[in-house]
């Protein structure tokens, strides 16, 4: 057992090395931290999983008339019906409501 007889405080320079040291060690823990905090908010709270969301909001815009069949609802809206309107209208004239919508 070799113990040191005369202890004695370390010297600034060894307690700036040491300073430096740990200030580098608190730096990497506070980036492993940030980035595991930041991925388990991602992973569990984050985003909304739900992926048809803007087919839903779509459809809650437009909703398919009761009493009528899914074919026919879809061969109106190809040939330009207006549900609301009760009328059909040429292309051109669709594309100018979008325009001021």
């Known amino acids: 057992m070799n113990y040191r007889i005369n ?3 370390p010297t ?13 060690i608190m730096a990497v ?3 492993v931290t940030v980035g595991l905090g930041y991925g388990f ?3 569990f709270i984050g ?8 087919w839903k909001n779509l459809t809650a815009k437009d909703p398919k008339p ?5 074919a026919e609802y879809r061969e109106k809206n190809r ?5 609301r309107d009760r ?15």
């Open 66 to 70: 009761e009493g009528v069949s899914e």
């Open 41 to 43: 908010y991602y992973v």
């Open 29 to 31: 823990f506070l980036l």
């Open 7 to 9: 202890k004695t405080a």
């Open 12 to 24: 600034s320079q060894e307690k700036q090395k040491q300073r430096r040291i740990l200030i580098k």
């Open 87 to 101: 009328k059909f209208y040429r292309p051109e004239e669709l594309r100018q409501q979008a325009m001021e919508g």
């Open 47 to 54: 985003p909304p999983n739900d992926k048809y969301a803007y």
């Open 79 to 83: 040939a330009g019906y207006c549900w």
